[in-house]
């Protein structure tokens, strides 16, 4: 068995109210949460109590019982020493409100001590038992029927914050509830004969308002301080309460007390209660405006019954009457405005809250555009150094080419040319994988590989790079397989050992692989400058580079990093970095492993361009550029295509027909003149023709919307500089897949 102690603590972190262990409570919620004293009070299983925690409940429940049939006796029995028309008929019956609140707050169960406490006041003050019995049937109904309909109907513990809330509350307690008292309790009394029937309308009035006036009067005062939330102190908001308070004491005593002599000019005074009652009204909320009308009923029926104020008459009962519909008058409207008003006060709040929330995104924001702005603008100036840098080298390299040179010179310089061509197509490709990324176009395609594949094109890769700059390179093999994307994840790699490479001056480069329970480790470390702490999360912005190592780079405009990180997220693979400035860093990625197997999907390797087919086939080039016609066609007449040219898409109609052939394949510029575009030339093509004819778009705009427009055309788009061995291998492909559909077609 559980310790006793222990299962408490159960209950209290498992947010179980002490009042939840009895069962037949009603849960009273509003806005998704109670603010009632009881939430719930069921539970599914009482044997699962232990006997310790039975025995405090009991004990608690009937501690409960006894406070609350004290309270109502004690009130019950003032109340009943003011009857004057019946001694059971009294105009002041504060018990009705004390019995609301008690089953608004702890729930139907503590309708046993009004019961008992109603049967015990009316047996020792008139009639009989069984009518002592009725009246307390009728008075524990009241407050049951009452508290059920409120919960239901009006928000229960909340009633009273919301101007339409209280509205139901009032008519409740005015229109159903009280009624029930009155009636059992009168009917009651006159069957067997303690009133006479001729009286009974005249008592059910005075039972009714006096019933009405203690539930609208004393129920809001106790369920407003006993659901209040706690607020830290305010002072200035306490000193406004004990203002408040002592203004309707002053206005009370002033207007109705018997300190004062009663005249025809004071009787007006007593309009003066509106005053505190709008000041609590308008400035502190229901709570304070419920106590505020609960003081000015205490001074006004004690100034009645001794004879002061403005509604003393010769007959007690007749003073009563108005007096509690002065006081039902004054309370209900000033319920209702401090609703009101506490409704605006917290939709003002809101609207407050969410103008700083809207301001502080906002600032948020501009400090983000800002940063991009400032980022632009540096990648533009680095740009603009970066891409100029291979550009002159080129145009110094093309006029060597024009001298006379010899064969091994020529040579040389061909392949510096080459170089630096390469080292500008790095760049551009850095460019076009942020823009794919951006765009949304990529789709990961995962499969199951060997990571020795990717390990191997990395040493392959850079093994040249480092030796030439004196730094060592270790690719420690793994063979372990791995679940990702085949060709994004050597992106990430290469990237990564790329960066490693242009940064580091001397030492070397790591490569290696660690398994982590069902996670493999790849780490690249190397021996560069390293990376300072506040700069760990900026590397993997766009365009960012560290200003101090700007000496030191060598072709780079500040992508790698942030398309290691884009491919990640891509992937869904965790990326760690931990760096020592003077000593270097360790980037490590963690890509689920792989069970070894032979069924993985390896990436097609690129088709020899000597085995390509090119008889008899027709390749029409559409570009505005002359330079662009002249140097792709040249190179296709070169592989052995027959080439037709045309600057538009009428152009390339127009010369079609004259030399009435059919294109086996189109190679389009994407942007054309005139606003044009090459998807809508070889639209154009297809139509003429009325088949599809196999196409490629090439373009040197980066932007989303040509790959988005591309890929959702169904076209492949190259972007420039294209390689040529890549243009030849895409060729290659469609080709092939042409003739296979068609062999398909002619099969069926």
């Known amino acids: ?39 719930a009070s069921t ?10 925690i039975n025995f405090r409940r009991g004990i608690s429940y009937a501690g409960d019982l006894v406070a609350i049939g004290a309270i109502y006796f004690a009130l019950a029995k003032g109340g009943l020493a003011l009857a004057s028309i019946h001694p059971s008929a009294t105009p ?17 169960r503590t309708w046993p001590a009004i019961f008992a406490a109603a049967v015990i006041a009316n047996a020792t003050t008139a009639g009989s038992v069984a009518t002592a ?13 009452g508290a059920y309909l409120i919960n239901r109907w009006s928000s229960g513990c909340n009633t009273f914050s919301t101007p339409n809330s209280v509205v139901k509350f009032a008519l409740i307690c005015f229109l159903i509830a009280t009624p029930i008292s009155a009636s059992i309790g009168l009917t009651s009394l006159a069957t067997v004969g303690y009133i006479e029937w001729r009286d009974f309308a005249d008592a059910w009035v005075t039972w009714w308002l006096g019933d009405v006036t203690g539930a609208l009067v004393v129920a809001p005062v106790i369920v407003l301080w006993a659901s209040s939330h706690y607020h830290a102190f305010n002072r200035n908001e306490f000193l406004e309460t004990i203002g408040v308070l002592a203004t309707a004491a002053a206005v009370g005593l002033i207007a109705f007390s018997p300190l004062i002599e009663q005249t025809p000019g004071r009787d007006p005074l007593g309009f003066l209660a509106i005053l505190p009652m709008l000041w609590a009204a308008l400035r502190r909320g229901p709570r304070d405006t419920a106590t505020v009308a609960l003081v000015l009923a205490g001074i006004t029926i004690w100034g009645t019954l001794t004879g002061g104020g403005p ?21 209900v409207p000033s319920l209702l405005l401090s609703a009101d008003v506490e409704v605006r006060k917290k939709a003002e709040e809101s609207l407050r809250r969410a103008q700083i929330e809207l301001e502080r995104k906002v600032a948020e924001r501009t400090q983000q555009l800002e940063l991009a702005n400032a980022a632009k603008s540096r990648f533009f100036a680095m740009a603009s150094h970066d891409l100029r840098q291979p550009l002159h080298a080129l145009g110094l390299f093309v006029a060597q080419l024009r001298t006379p040179l010899k064969s091994g010179e020529r040579t040389k310089t061909i392949e510096r040319v080459d170089a630096t061509r390469k080292e500008l197509d790095e760049m551009f490709n850095s460019l076009l994988d942020i823009s794919r990324l951006d765009a949304g176009v990529l789709t990961p395609k995962i499969t199951e590989f060997p990571i020795a594949r990717l390990l191997q094109k990395i040493q392959a890769t850079f093994d040249q790079a480092t030796r030439e700059k004196g730094l060592r390179l270790r690719v420690r093999r793994s063979d372990a397989w791995v679940r990702s994307d085949a060709m994004l994840l050597e992106r990430i790699l290469l990237n990564l050992v790329s960066n490693a490479v242009r940064y580091t001056l001397q030492g070397g480069i790591i490569v290696g692989c660690r398994p982590r329970g069902e996670m493999l480790r790849i780490e690249v470390w190397d021996s560069g400058p390293g990376i300072p702490e506040d700069q760990k999360q900026n590397i993997f912005g766009d365009f960012f580079q560290l200003p101090a190592l700007e000496r030191n780079r060598y072709g780079g405009l500040g992508l790698g990093l942030a398309i290691v990180d884009k491919l990640r997220l891509l992937l869904n693979h965790q990326i760690d970095l931990a760096s020592t400035v003077g000593r270097g860093s360790r980037f490590a990625i963690l890509v689920p492993m ?68 059919r294109p086996d394949l189109i190679i389009s510029d994407y942007h054309l003149a005139n606003g044009k575009t090459g998807i809508r030339a070889i639209e154009q093509v297809n139509a003429a023709f009325g088949s599809s004819i196999p196409a490629i778009l090439i373009s040197g705009d980066t932007a989303p ?24 291998a895409v060729m290659h492909e469609l080709f092939k897949d042409h003739d296979d559909r068609r062999n398909a077609g002619a099969g069926l």
């Open 705 to 728: 919307e040509p790959l988005r427009e591309a890929k959702d055309r169904g076209y492949i788009l190259l972007h420039k500089p294209v390689d040529p061995m890549r243009l030849r």
């Open 92 to 108: 002041i019956w504060p018990p009705t409100g004390v019995a609301l609140a008690a089953v608004l707050l702890w729930g139907y």
């Open 594 to 661: 792989a069970n070894e197997c032979v069924t993985s999907t390896a990436p097609a390797e690129s088709p020899n361009p000597a085995a390509f087919a090119v008889e008899g086939k027709v390749i029409l080039v559409i570009a505005d550029a002359p330079i662009v016609q002249e140097g792709t066609g040249g190179l296709l007449g070169k592989w052995g295509y027959s080439v037709l040219t045309a600057g538009s898409d009428e152009a390339a109609l127009i010369r079609l027909a004259d030399s009435r052939q």
């Open 311 to 331: 509604f003393t008459t010769a007959d007690l009962n007749a003073s009563f009457l108005p007096v509690l519909m002065f006081l039902i008058s004054i309370t």
């Open 43 to 52: 539970m599914s299983d009482p044997r699962s109590l232990t006997p310790e």
């Open 1 to 39: 068995m559980s310790h006793p102690v222990g299962h408490i603590n159960r209950l209290v972190n498992g947010k179980v109210s002490i009042f939840d262990l009895y069962q037949g409570d009603q849960k009273v919620s509003h806005g998704g949460g109670s603010n009632c004293l009881v939430q």
């Open 133 to 145: 019995i009725a009246i307390a049937t009728g008075n524990s109904l009241e407050a049951v029927v």
